[in-house]
Nanobody
Framework: QVQLVESGGGLVQAGGSLRLSCAAS????????MGWFRQAPGKEREFVAA????????TYADSVKGRFTISRDNAKKMVFLQMNSLISDDTAVYYC?????????????????WGQGTQVTVSS
C-alpha cells in the first residue's frame, strides 16, 4: 500500500514560483515511478510531469515544459515539483501519484495510488 501526502500549494502571483512536495509512506519507494497531475474546476485531470524510479528519466506536458521541474529523493521517499513562471492557467488542484509500471506513463489510469491534492492558485 502506498500513501501519498502533498504539500506546498498556495496563492501566488503570475510570474512567481512554488515548490510542491509529496511524501510517500511505502516500504519500497524506489520501485515506483512518480507523477504529478492537476485538475482545474470543470476540467478533466491532466498530466503534468513524471519521473522514473531512478530519476534518470523525466517527461513533461508541453504546457509546462521549460517552466516546471520534477525531481525525487528516494532516501527521503519524496517527490517534488518546482514550478516557475506561473500563469493563471496553472491554477488547479495538484495531485501526486505513484505507478508500479516499468515505463513512464502520462495517463491517470496507469497510476494506482494518489494523494489528496494541494491547491495552487495563480493570480493575474
Amino acid at each position: 500500500q502506498v500513501q501519498l501526502v502533498e504539500s506546498g500549494g498556495g496563492l501566488v502571483q503570475a510570474g512567481g514560483s512554488l515548490r510542491l512536495s509529496c511524501a510517500a509512506s511505502v516500504r519500497s519507494f524506489s520501485m515506483y515511478n512518480m507523477g504529478w497531475f492537476r485538475q482545474a474546476p470543470g476540467k478533466e485531470r491532466e498530466f503534468v510531469a513524471a519521473v522514473d524510479w531512478s530519476a534518470a528519466s523525466t517527461t513533461y506536458a508541453d504546457s509546462v515544459k521549460g517552466r516546471f521541474t520534477i525531481s525525487r529523493d528516494n532516501a527521503k521517499k519524496m517527490v517534488f515539483l518546482q514550478m516557475n513562471s506561473l500563469i493563471s492557467d496553472d491554477t488547479a488542484v495538484y495531485y501526486c501519484a505513484a505507478s508500479s509500471l516499468t515505463t513512464l506513463r502520462t495517463t491517470p489510469r496507469h497510476y494506482g495510488y494518489w494523494g489528496q491534492g494541494t491547491q495552487v492558485t495563480v493570480s493575474s
